[in-house]
């Protein structure tokens, strides 16, 4: 990609965001934007959206860039790369795994070789998902983890574990400087209806009295972090001194089931919905709950929002993206 008109004004730092556009992502820019920096927002939009920063259209110093991060980077001096490319529910990473695969690998490294071309941070956000189905629980950031390289989810959890991979060799070859996340459930205002995740699923068939889906009998458990919390621990992490590196876990350890989650959101959306049961997906984990003692000891970071808590919030912001009217959840148009 040619060069593009972002060096000016260096008395400001330059941040590039890539899959600015999505979920984390754009709250992650907004953030940048608020403490003054000129942000350049990387997306191909595949499951970002241009909603998501439509409200930033127009500030000084905030460009998005329709590209892919598995092809090519902008060519741009930057003080931080913030990498949050990559599709994280699995119907949108399942449906073109290559992809996901090169997202992933590919785009880890054009954000290295940018960062070690202009000396940038480089922020990865890394996951939960690369414990695999745990068998050490909580998770504790030692533990390798239990993952399959062959299944359906490999795609991204592997990538996942490839990308940390080229992050440290180029720390310990390159000297680029490196921090990675491990990020395990999150939710909140911006997440796509369709996304895919059981937070959203919930929260949309219950605003429309659906069924909510569990898989197996719903006992399989996850914790779930609000992105307020979450992007505060981001900020933490990238703004820390040079020797915390990562890999940090970053989410809520208050386990639920998925039982109690879809009873919680039929509770305080007011919905008729009744509990389905599916088989449980392949490869998919039992138990995800994080250790976050490194995030305390090392960020003074800890998650404030209590579920129930953030529920509402994005229960709300649900509402007005689906023109449903509260409390009954009937279509507006």
């Not at 500030?59 to 590209?67: H, P, R, T």
């Not at 062959?150 to 490196?178: H, M, S, W």
């Amino acid at each position: 990609m040619a060069t593009i008109g972002f060096h000016a004004g260096r008395e400001r730092k330059v941040a590039m965001v890539t899959g600015g556009a999505g979920f984390l992502g754009s709250h992650v820019c907004d953030r940048l934007v608020a403490e003054g920096a000129r942000v350049l927002c990387v997306d191909n939009l595949m499951t970002g959206r241009r909603a998501n920063v439509a409200h930033l259209r127009g500030v000084a110093g905030f460009m998005l860039i329709e590209a892919d991060v598995a092809e090519t980077l902008p060519d741009v001096e930057v003080d931080e790369i913030w990498n949050l490319a990559c599709p994280a529910s699995p119907p949108s990473y399942q449906e073109d795994p290559v992809h996901t695969m090169m997202t992933n690998v590919l785009g880890m490294k054009h954000c290295l070789d940018l960062a070690r071309r202009t000396g940038a941070r480089v922020f990865q956000a890394s996951t939960s998902e690369v414990y695999g189905d745990p068998e050490v629980h909580p998770q504790v950031e030692s533990y390798r983890g239990q993952v399959s390289s062959i299944g359906p989810r490999a795609c991204y959890d592997e990538g996942k574990r490839a990308a940390e991979t080229l992050c440290f060799d180029y720390q310990r070859t390159y000297g680029v400087d490196v921090r990675v996340a491990r990020i395990f459930n999150t939710y909140g205002p911006r997440m796509s209806p369709r996304d895919g995740r059981v937070v959203s699923n919930f929260i949309v068939h219950a605003l429309l009295d659906e069924p909510l889906e569990l898989y197996g009998d719903g006992s399989q458990t996850r914790s779930f972090c609000f992105v307020d919390d979450l992007v505060e621990g981001f900020f933490r992490l990238m703004r820390g001194p040079s020797r915390v590196t990562g890999p940090v876990n970053l989410g809520n350890p208050g386990e639920f089931t998925m039982q109690e989650l879809a009873q919680l959101v039929v509770e305080m959306t007011g919905s008729h919905s009744r509990l389905s049961a599916s088989p449980l997906p392949m490869d998919d984990p039992r138990q995800r709950r994080p250790d976050i003692g490194l995030a305390k000891s090392l960020l003074g970071w800890q998650p404030a929002v209590a579920l129930r808590e953030g529920l509402a919030a994005t229960i709300e912001s649900f509402r007005e993206e689906l023109w449903l009217s509260a409390p009954t959840a009937e279509r507006l148009s």
